[in-house]
């Protein structure tokens, strides 16, 4: 018998169990992590369903589609009930999480006003912050400390202090923080001894998330990077994660209009369609798009964004339909929006015999929204690897590449942007962790 088909029962000791609570950390409290708060907190009250969320409303084919098994994933593999999270994280604002989610704007005021007690229970911790790397905001609500490492160790007592308090069995680390200014990886990002030499010496290159990141690990907290910050994803934590059985994953969130280029991209590439150019711009106006209104900080967002489509069409494979695509992302600030963002897109393609073709779209979307059922799911995919013996040792979590724009893989491997390929990823990763069948499309079974 192969390790595909295995039964259940002999397989199932692989996976640790979800018992007792887990411990979600949030370094930034802002839209994204209130609404994202806000939302399990409403779900769980039964007012309001956790839409987006593929580990509560998906579903996953076992077997032949003869079979007629479909559990939904959270009934499938051992994930911790929305019941059981605890929440905590740090800002560079006082506000709890009541005064931050209205001043975020983003949820309507009833449903908001429905959990204020819950919501105003949640403050924030005082941030690491350093103004260098994200120079359009300031707070007064921060850390300080002589080095680097000075505030490491004083996230690292906040999250054993929050262990403690809020009896979690188990935690979770997810950034919902700021774009930080574009970075390349420096000397002090090449390996442990080397960070936290950094640490000691104040090396300017180390960013504030990766001190969170370094804190997480250091105490063998798993870790998801939501902005396209380097953060994660430089040798030194590919390292410590492994070190530590800590898994990691990254980057950016996929929300928006990148969402739906790796919907449309992969789309033109099967049916062999040409593309001479895609122009994207986005008007934004709550505190990420204030953000990247610095040009530094668009830079990170442009390089996450600009990567998708080379990566999926393959130009050097097909240079007469892809090698000479004009590729334009613009994100401007525009603060009656809000939260609310509309991306615009005018595609350029090209068919039978090279006649062109147009494709516009126009995509008013809620940033947050999208965002939120990202957090949940990534919060409880990550504590599922960290009880997985197969996954929890090896660091870089791949198989969460469809919630990234930019997705984290092993050194030198060319990542994987096409949703539709994620989404089998996924699904395969969760088949194997239960020794089913993975699904391969063949079908030619049914035809023997």
Known sequence: MDQHSESFENSAN???????????????????????????????RGLAQPIGSVTQMGTIRLGK????????????????????????????????????????????????????????????????????????????????GKTKMDLAEQVREDIREFKTSSGATRLVMIWCGSTAIFQRPSAALQSIEAFEEGLQQNDPNISPSMIYAYAALSEGVPFANGAPNLTVDIPAMYALSRRNQAPICGKDFKSGQT?????????????????????????????????????DSFKTKEESKLGVLEHILQPQMYPSLYGKINHKVRIDYYPPRGDNKEGWDNIDIFGWLGYPMQIKVNFLCRDSILAAPIVLDLVLFLDLAQRCDELRGIGIQEWLSFYFKSPMTAPGLCPEHDLFIQCMKLKNTLRYLKREALITHLGLEYYD
């Open 65 to 144: 589609r003869t079979e007629g098994r479909s559990p939904k994933i959270k009934d499938f593999v051992p994930l911790a009930d929305l019941d059981d999270l605890v929440f905590t994280g740090w800002d560079i604002f006082p506000d709890d999480m009541h005064t931050a989610a209205c001043q975020a704007g983003v949820l309507d005021r009833e449903l908001v006003e429905a959990i204020k007690p819950f919501l105003q229970s949640i403050t924030p911790r005082p941030a690491v912050f350093d103004r260098t790397f994200v120079r359009k905001l300031d707070g007064p609500h921060v850390k300080a």
């Open 259 to 295: 969402l739906i280029k790796t919907v449309l991209a992969p789309g033109f590439k099967a049916r062999m369609l040409g593309l001479s150019g895609w122009y994207s711009t986005n008007i934004l106006g709550n505190r990420d798009g204030e953000v990247l209104d610095d040009p």
């Open 14 to 44: 692989s996976i640790a169990p979800a018992a007792g609570k887990l411990g979600v950390m949030m370094p930034g409290m802002g839209a994204v992590a209130t609404t994202f708060v806000a939302g399990v907190e409403a779900v769980r």
